[in-house]
């Protein structure tokens, strides 16, 4: 599932809306360009995740102005956007869209799973970590590039580390 759907699902779980809110709903979250997600893109994902039955809609009339269709996540898009927001807030990588995104929209979740989640995070991060001090201390003195390029991804493990343990605290 891409961002964009979960972000999408994330809006309509809290309230069923139409897709012109859901439009005013990302502008105020400030995920547009965060995200690039044009306006055609939401009409086409509704529609696609419509068909796809993660999402169902009902048509309700407006006094003076066009019925407006209405969206509302079905049981299976319920259950699909909470283990897409797990493994968003469980599953380590170098960019802090998932992490992110996980934590916008960490309300599906209780608290408990949040938590959970974010240990898991943790415990992937250890490894990653681990797994690059394995890989500098094999690293041939000579390869002064690479050494370069594993410094900076031990580095920004590290700091992730350190801030989800701090998140974990605030939950």
């Not at 309509?12 to 360009?33: N, V």
């Not at 319920?78 to 960490?106: C, H, N, Y």
Request: aromatic letters at 8%.
């Amino acid at each position: 599932m891409t961002y964009i759907e979960i972000i999408i699902l994330g809006i309509i779980k809290k309230e069923p809306t139409h897709a012109y809110d859901i439009e005013k709903k990302i502008d105020k979250l400030r995920l547009r360009e965060r995200f690039q997600i044009g306006f055609s893109t939401i009409y086409n994902l509704l529609g696609k995740l419509e068909r796809k039955k993660i999402i169902e809609s009902k048509i309700v009339p407006q006094e003076k102005l066009p019925a407006k269709k209405i969206y509302h996540i079905s049981e299976n898009g319920d259950r699909i956007l909470k283990d897409e927001i797990k493994k968003l807030l469980s599953q380590p990588k170098m960019d802090f869209a998932g992490v992110e995104l996980g934590l916008i929209f960490s309300y599906v979740l209780d608290k408990r799973e949040v938590k959970e989640a974010l240990n898991i995070y943790i415990g992937e991060l250890n490894r990653l970590i681990q797994d690059s001090f394995r890989m500098l201390t094999e690293l041939e003195s000579s390869n002064k590039i690479e050494r370069i390029l594993l410094n900076r991804r031990l580095a920004f493990w590290q700091t992730e580390r350190k801030w989800v343990r701090e998140v974990l605290t605030l939950l």
